[in-house]
């Protein structure tokens, strides 16, 4: 049975860093994509950050450039997210999605993922 497995999710200052984790389990094949969203209490979720697993492409959304950074684990199927100079809008529920055995048309798209995660609480204060 495949599961995401999200962690590294908590509460700090404005400011601080934080790391995110996730990991793929019980996928014995090369994750094709994984991509964190997030979605903030009343508004639609959005893309953060995506990775193509075997092949040097990031993305970021605007909103997130220069401040967070995407680190694949390819060998272990694990996506890190380093998330620097957080800022209060940055706090959301952070999804990992993840690509298995398909193709992506465009990172952004929801419904291109055919894994996700629970969910990890970020929360930042000013």
């Known amino acids: 049975q495949v599961r995401l497995m999200e962690s590294g999710g908590g509460s700090v200052q404005a400011g601080r860093s934080l790391r995110l984790s996730c990991a793929v389990h019980g996928y014995t094949g090369k994750a094709n994509v994984l991509t964190w969203f997030r979605q903030a209490p009343g508004k639609k979720r959005e893309a953060v950050a995506g990775?193509?697993?075997?092949?040097?492409?990031?993305y970021y959304a605007d909103s997130v450039k220069g401040r967070f950074t995407l680190s694949p684990d390819s060998a272990n199927n694990v996506l890190y997210l380093q998330m620097d100079s957080l800022k209060p809008e940055d706090t959301a529920t952070y999804y990992c999605?993840?690509?298995?055995?398909?193709?992506?048309?465009?990172?952004?798209?929801?419904?291109?993922?055919?894994?996700w995660g629970q969910g990890t609480q970020v929360t930042v204060s000013s």
């Open positions: 999605a993840a690509a298995l055995g398909i193709s992506v048309p465009w990172w952004k798209l929801e419904d291109a993922y055919n894994y």
């Open positions: 990775a193509y697993m075997t092949a040097p492409n990031r």
